[in-house]
Every structure is written in structure tokens, then in C-alpha cells.
């Protein structure tokens, strides 16, 4: 049976005292859920505060974004090692807002993601096409390139720590959700991608999420999908009922498969 991975980003949105209140209501709420692998990625002013608090759950903490230096002139910048004494387990890397808003390109998301594993962090690795990539039908074809290039010279070994996230952009904080046929159909195809270049046993090791309006609603159907091993999810993580009933469906329909 797959053990769901449901991970919140929650953007540029919440205070210190607002992160800690949600935190306390979603801990409340899945506190009897052990069968699921939960992260949050607050913003880094939060990342203390909830560190703290998540001492006794099973609930872990990654971070949105991080420079693949360890230490630098970077003016407003933050490095693993900072990410790592904050308490993250996770990083969040190459999400099309990072590389829409700020530029960022494969290359230097491949940096990051090499840094993240060099210190033991996990990275959360985002790829996904825009709308107009897939009216044109390139959505293998600039999958495979975010694939490939983000994650040149990573070894076997570190790809199996590697988290895939496939995130359409068209999807992403817009109400529009992939189907779970569509997303099935994309994840099925960077399993292969991974199968090819790292071998049968690394790819079935590898979780791919899926990234894009995940809601309570729609998460059972996702999850029901073979390749689908769990959601990152955005604007439904900014509340704790939505987020945690997302925990729940998703726990109850890969038992509901699994006694099938
Ligand atoms: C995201 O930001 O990664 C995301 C998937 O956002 P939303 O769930 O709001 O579409």
C-alpha cells in the first residue's frame, strides 16, 4: 500500500502568530493519521516557531526556496546550512513561480538541488509545462527537459532522495486541476524517465506528487491513480480544514484501494 506525501506551501502568506495558530489546528487534526507523510513549507520567518511546536508530531518542515551556496555575499538570500539549523527536512526547488517571477532557469535549479543534497536536505523538485506549452503538445517534451536538466550529474543514489513534484502551471493557484487521467498520464511518464536513466528499483522508489488546485474534492481521485503518491498543495493549505480533510481523503482512498 503507497503511503500518501501531502506537503503545504504556504507561499508568502502567514504572520509568525497566524503559522502557529494553523500549525496547532492541523496538528490537531491529523494527530491520529500515522500512514502519511506530512510536510509544511512556511515562509522562512515561521520556520523557528514551527520547528518548536512540530517537536513531538510525525508532521516534518521544508522550507520554499533556497541559494546553492552555503554561506555568501547573497544579499537576502538563505543557504542549506541556515535551512538545516532552522529545522527543515525539506526544500521546495525549481516552483514556476520562482522561475517565472525570478528567472530562475534549470541550471540554477540544478545547482540548488545538488547543494540540498550534499546537506541532507530533500528537495520537493517542481516541473511542469504552461498552457501554451500544451495547447502546442510540448508538455513531454518540456518535462523532459526540466527532468533531465535539473537533475544532471545526480547520481542514483541521490535520486531515490529526490521528491518529484509535477505541477502544470496552468493548474497552479487558478481553480483548474489537471484530470487525474492527465496527471496519471504525465506521471507515468516521468516514472519511465527515471526508470530509463536510473533503473526499475530507483523509479518505484521515487514519490511523484501532483501540484495544481488540489482540493478536498479532488484529491481522492488523484490518489486512486497508480503514479500519483501524493499532492503539494497551495492555496488549500492556507486553511486547516482544507488541508487536513486533503490528509484524510487521501489516507482513506489508498485503503479503500488497497482492501480492492
Ligand atoms: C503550488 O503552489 O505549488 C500549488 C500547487 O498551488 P495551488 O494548490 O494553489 O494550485
Not at 527543515?88 to 545547482?111: A, K, M
Not at 541532507?120 to 518540456?142: K, M, W, Y
Not at 482544507?242 to 482513506?252: G, K, M, P, R
Request: hydrophobic residues 40%; proline residues 4%.
Amino acid at each position: 500500500m503507497k503511503r500518501p506525501f501531502i506537503a503545504g506551501n504556504w507561499k508568502m502568506f502567514k504572520t509568525c502568530p497566524e503559522a502557529l495558530n494553523l500549525v496547532q489546528t492541523i496538528k490537531a487534526g491529523v494527530y491520529k493519521t500515522t500512514d502519511c507523510q506530512i510536510v509544511l513549507c512556511p515562509p522562512y520567518t515561521a520556520l523557528g516557531a514551527l520547528h518548536a511546536i512540530l517537536q513531538d508530531s510525525s508532521i516534518e518542515l521544508g522550507a520554499q526556496n533556497m541559494h546553492p551556496e552555503t554561506e555568501g555575499a547573497f544579499t537576502g538570500e538563505i543557504s542549506p546550512v541556515m535551512l538545516k539549523d532552522a529545522g527543515c527536512r525539506y526544500v521546495i526547488l525549481g516552483h514556476s513561480e520562482r522561475r517565472q517571477f525570478f528567472q530562475e532557469t534549470d541550471t540554477f535549479v540544478n545547482e540548488k538541488v545538488k547543494t540540498a543534497l550534499k546537506y541532507s536536505l530533500i528537495p520537493i523538485l517542481c516541473i511542469g509545462e504552461t498552457l501554451d506549452q500544451r495547447n502546442a503538445r510540448q508538455q513531454f517534451e518540456v518535462v523532459k527537459a526540466q527532468f533531465e536538466q535539473s537533475l544532471k550529474d545526480i547520481t542514483k543514489e541521490d535520486i531515490a532522495r529526490v521528491v518529484l513534484a509535477y505541477e502544470p502551471v496552468w493548474a497552479i493557484g487558478t481553480g483548474k486541476t489537471a484530470t487525474p487521467e492527465q496527471a496519471e498520464q504525465m506521471h507515468s511518464y516521468i516514472r519511465r524517465l527515471i526508470k530509463e536513466q536510473f533503473g526499475d528499483d530507483t523509479a518505484s522508489r521515487v514519490s511523484i506528487l501532483y501540484g495544481g488546485s488540489v482540493k478536498p474534492d479532488n484529491i481522492g481521485e488523484l490518489m486512486k491513480k497508480p503514479n500519483v503518491d501524493g499532492a503539494l498543495v497551495g492555496g488549500a493549505s492556507l486553511k486547516a480544514e482544507s488541508f487536513v480533510q486533503i490528509v484524510l481523503n487521501a489516507c482513506a482512498c489508498v485503503e479503500a484501494e488497497a482492501r480492492k
